[in-house]
């Protein structure tokens, strides 16, 4: 056990240093996407309760 | 319940990248690759850094950079990263399945068998670092281990006996390899080139080297830097299996 930890130590503290950072810069982008989707639904919401014939195809 | 659940989640996702980014950085460490991964990893920090202090423009920058480094780290190492996804397949999985009795065996019989003739001899074998740009330094080879084949290639005024033989896994990987030659002042003067060069790899990587001297026939190792001089078969034997495989005690 001790081995495996000695081994190759500072290339197993970078990995997981960069393996962190990753994690947690997905994890904003994902944070993100969710919040902008929410927000396109609200707008799109809102505008369809201002006014009903928003996003309606004219009928020919 | 729910919060134990998304924690180990949380574990498992970086746990996977650690793995991914240890085998990348565990790849590149013996081939050209690690000088353009640095550069990466590098600007990777820079760009979190400045997006962390809302340096917009800064980071807009960074971005560009960073695309643009991704695509030529994939279009100059494409050769490198061919060969690591093959050796996912081969090489890796295979050294569970590896007699490394009979390799330790095969390589102490050379020793001793070259140290009776007084015939030089160096060979580096390949632990968890790899060494690729040493094995392109010389022939490649790729054959199966045998002390007659190891023997053969020492022969003096032959063509390939110049230089070290690099063992990777379970086959002779390469002859006629060039390994660099230690800077430490402490040595010896009176060690030669091939000694010189045992230390200088086993400085650099975390190879095994063993040396067969030309002129005393002793058998040396080197490992981290160290050299233990005039060793028996039976320490030979004890060194090489306690040290190729360093999980060996964890995995009983």
Redesign the interface.
Known sequence: ?N??MT??FW??I???V??????F?VNEELIKEKNMVKQLYKTSTIRQIQNPSYNKKPVK | MTDYLSLAKILIEIGILWFVYYGILLFARGTRGVYILRGVILITLIFVITRQLGFDRINWIFTKIFALSILAFLIIFQQEIRRGLANIGQRRWSRFFLKESEIISEITTTCFLLSKKKIGALIAIEREMRLENYIESGIEIDAKMNSELLITIFMPNTPLHDGGIIVAGERIAASGCLFPLTQNPKVLTTLGTRHRAALGLSEETDAIVVVVSEETGGVSVAIGGRLTHDLDRESLERVLSNLYRPDKKDRK
């Open positions: 056990m081995n495996w081994n190759n290339i197993k970078v990995s997981l960069l393996a962190v950072i990753t994690w810069y």
